[in-house]
């Protein structure tokens, strides 16, 4: 079975600070793993994915994430954040046998002025 | 442009009522998903279809109810048998060939609150 963790539900920074949201997957086959942002009352749009090509993927609006197979982390990362980044993001995992997501309960993302 | 579309985007329920919540794609997509999210519950499918007039429950289906007549169409009745229906509800839909490599495509979602 797979499923992801996603370490903090609420994280904060400062406008122009890194921003790390951690998400950490199991799975017993090799994962396809997504980044999906939420705006308020929206619905969620997706960032980036790991396809098992380069182990960095870059997505969009800055935002990257690496895949760490003896960590099983994808965290997402932007060097520094906008007052525009400031929504909820979504870590889920998939695999070649199904075609079900397994999404992380959500990190919701405040930037600071 | 393709994509999915949700409506209404907000619907008021009265205890005891049944209410269907509309969802429309243009994609093509032959699998169509309903999840129901919660605050610091992330996203719990209730139902999916992979072809027109089959559908599975998911994780949560109980007092819920799906149909499946159209390739675009997946609408979702919440009845009066679902206790806690107030969430917000979104809709996915994914191709069959190879979605773990695209991906899902979501509308816009509904809000759904019991007055």
């Known amino acids: 079975a797979q499923s992801v963790t996603q370490l903090g539900s609420h994280v904060s920074v400062s406008e122009g600070a890194l921003v790390l949201l951690r998400c950490n997957y199991s799975s017993s086959v090799p994962p396809y793993l997504f980044w999906y942002v939420q705006y308020p009352n929206q619905g969620l749009q997706l960032l980036l994915k790991?396809?098992?090509?380069?182990?960095l993927v870059k997505g969009i609006n800055g935002f990257e994430a690496e895949f760490k197979k003896s960590e099983t982390s994808f965290h997402l990362t932007k060097p520094s954040a906008h007052m525009s980044d400031a929504a909820e993001y979504f870590c889920?995992?998939?695999?070649?046998?199904?075609?079900?997501?397994?999404f992380g309960t959500g990190t919701s993302l405040t930037v600071i002025p | 442009d393709g994509g999915i579309t949700q409506s209404p985007k907000y619907l008021f329920r009265k205890e005891g009522q049944n209410v269907t919540l509309s969802c429309e794609q243009n994609l093509n997509h032959d699998a169509m998903y309903w999840y129901r999210q919660d605050p610091g519950q992330g996203l719990r499918l209730i139902y999916y279809?992979?072809?027109?007039?089959?559908?599975q429950k998911g994780d949560i289906a109980e007092g819920y109810s799906v149909s499946r007549e159209k390739k675009e169409s997946f609408p979702l009745t919440v009845t009066s048998a679902q206790k806690n229906p107030t969430a917000f509800y979104l809709c996915?839909?994914?191709?069959?060939?190879?979605?773990?490599?695209?991906?899902?495509?979501f509308g816009s979602g509904t809000r759904l609150t019991v007055v």
């Open positions: 790991y396809t098992s090509a380069a182990t």
């Open positions: 279809s992979q072809i027109v007039n089959d559908f």
């Open positions: 889920a995992v998939s695999v070649n046998t199904g075609n079900q997501f397994y």
């Open positions: 996915a839909s994914s191709t069959l060939d190879s979605p773990w490599f695209y991906g899902y495509t």
